[in-house]
């Protein structure tokens, strides 16, 4: 029997590979091209301590490390800590935003909410410098000083008048005039009608030889309560209007307008709109 001697020929180790750590080998043979071993390939099931790894504690803010529980400025604070629950009183921030500064700020300087039971440092004397009034002053001012206005629309739809009759029209924007019945407009207080405005649009014919009057008047009219404005032309647009009325009103009076029209030619498609001026 002839022997033989067998023997396995390795090649030429590879380069070292550069850094710190454990190189690769594969069945007790150096991984050509030679690496380091990495986080990838370390099995799951590896039972590697923790004081096998290098971790940081307690680093500075914005580094990812492990904190400690405790009170220091770069640890963790538990879940049961009390100052998480705990009453505290808060701390003084600056001038204006201190809690504990009462009526010391000027009027208007302070862009900070104000606490509830704060006092403004300047007099409540009158209107005239914004919102340092007191509500006495305020409700003298409404009841003696100056009274409001508000308006109230008036007008009616289109229609074609008749030659010298007369027709009514109010506050039903959308009707034709006619009967008083539908026309009247009651105020939800007393007031004082100040001033009203009528304005005619003829959009069909214009008319001629006309004589045109409006009358506002109270209650259904009569001696002492009826204002009445006259126009006499053929122009296809026209206003009555006053401005120095005095017309009281309570809340169980009403007012209206009433239309009287004589011409030789009829206009037709006439549009009536406008408003009064009521005083609180």
Same mark, same amino acid.
């Given at each position: 029997?002839?022997?033989?001697?067998?023997?396995?020929?390795?090649?030429?180790?590879?380069?070292?590979?550069? !850094?710190?750590?454990?190189?690769?080998?594969?069945?007790?043979?150096? &991984?050509?091209? +030679?690496?380091?071993?990495?986080?990838?390939?370390?099995?799951?099931? @590896?039972?590697? @301590?923790?004081?096998?790894?290098?971790?940081?504690?307690?680093?500075?803010?914005?580094?990812?490390?492990?904190?400690?529980?405790?009170?220091?400025?770069?640890?963790?604070?538990?879940?049961?800590?009390?100052?998480?629950?705990?009453?505290?009183?808060?701390?003084? /921030?600056? +001038?204006?935003?201190?809690?504990?500064?009462?009526?010391?700020?000027?009027?208007?300087?302070?862009?900070? @909410?104000?606490?509830?039971?704060?006092?403004?440092?300047?007099?409540?004397?009158?209107?005239?410098?914004?919102?340092?009034?007191?509500? +006495?002053?305020?409700?003298?001012?409404?009841?003696?000083?100056?009274?409001?206005?508000?308006?109230?629309?008036?007008?009616?739809?289109?229609?074609?008048?008749?030659?010298?009759?007369?027709?009514?029209? !109010?506050?039903?924007?959308?009707?034709?005039?006619?009967?008083?019945?539908?026309?009247?407009?009651?105020?939800?207080?007393?007031?004082?009608?100040?001033?009203?405005?009528?304005? #005619?649009?003829?959009?069909?014919?214009?008319?001629?030889?006309?004589?045109?009057?409006?009358?506002?008047?109270?209650?259904?009219?009569?001696?002492?309560?009826?204002?009445?404005?006259?126009?006499? /032309?053929?122009?296809?647009?026209?206003?009555?209007?006053?401005? &120095?009325?005095?017309?009281?009103?309570?809340?169980?009076?009403?007012?209206?307008?009433?239309?009287?029209?004589? #011409?030789?030619?009829?206009?037709?498609? &006439?549009?009536?709109? !406008?408003?009064?001026?009521?005083?609180?």
């Amino acid at each position: 029997m002839a022997w033989s001697k067998q023997a396995t020929i390795l090649g030429p180790p590879g380069p070292a590979p550069s !850094g710190t750590g454990l190189v690769k080998t594969a069945a007790g043979i150096l &991984v050509n091209p +030679a690496a380091l071993l990495v986080n990838a390939d370390v099995d799951n099931a @590896a039972a590697i @301590a923790e004081s096998k790894l290098t971790l940081a504690s307690d680093a500075a803010a914005g580094t990812a490390s492990r904190r400690t529980l405790g009170t220091a400025a770069t640890a963790a604070c538990a879940g049961n800590d009390a100052r998480l629950t705990n009453a505290r009183t808060p701390l003084v /921030n600056d +001038a204006e935003g201190d809690p504990a500064a009462i009526g010391t700020a000027a009027d208007g300087t302070s862009v900070y @909410a104000a606490r509830r039971d704060h006092v403004h440092a300047g007099d409540h004397v009158n209107l005239a410098s914004k919102g340092t009034n007191t509500h +006495a002053q305020i409700d003298t001012h409404l009841s003696t000083g100056a009274k409001h206005l508000y308006s109230i629309p008036v007008g009616a739809a289109m229609y074609s008048p008749l030659d010298n009759s007369y027709v009514y029209f !109010g506050g039903m924007l959308a009707l034709v005039p006619g009967a008083r019945a539908n026309s009247a407009i009651y105020l939800s207080s007393a007031g004082v009608i100040k001033e009203a405005c009528i304005k #005619w649009v003829s959009t069909g014919v214009a008319g001629s030889g006309e004589s045109i009057s409006v009358v506002l008047g109270r209650n259904g009219g009569g001696v002492g309560d009826v204002w009445s404005w006259s126009v006499a /032309n053929t122009d296809a647009v026209k206003y009555f209007r006053s401005a &120095v009325l005095n017309v009281a009103l309570t809340t169980s009076d009403y007012f209206d307008f009433t239309i009287w029209c004589s #011409w030789a030619t009829n206009p037709t498609n &006439v549009y009536l709109s !406008g408003y009064v001026l009521v005083q609180a």
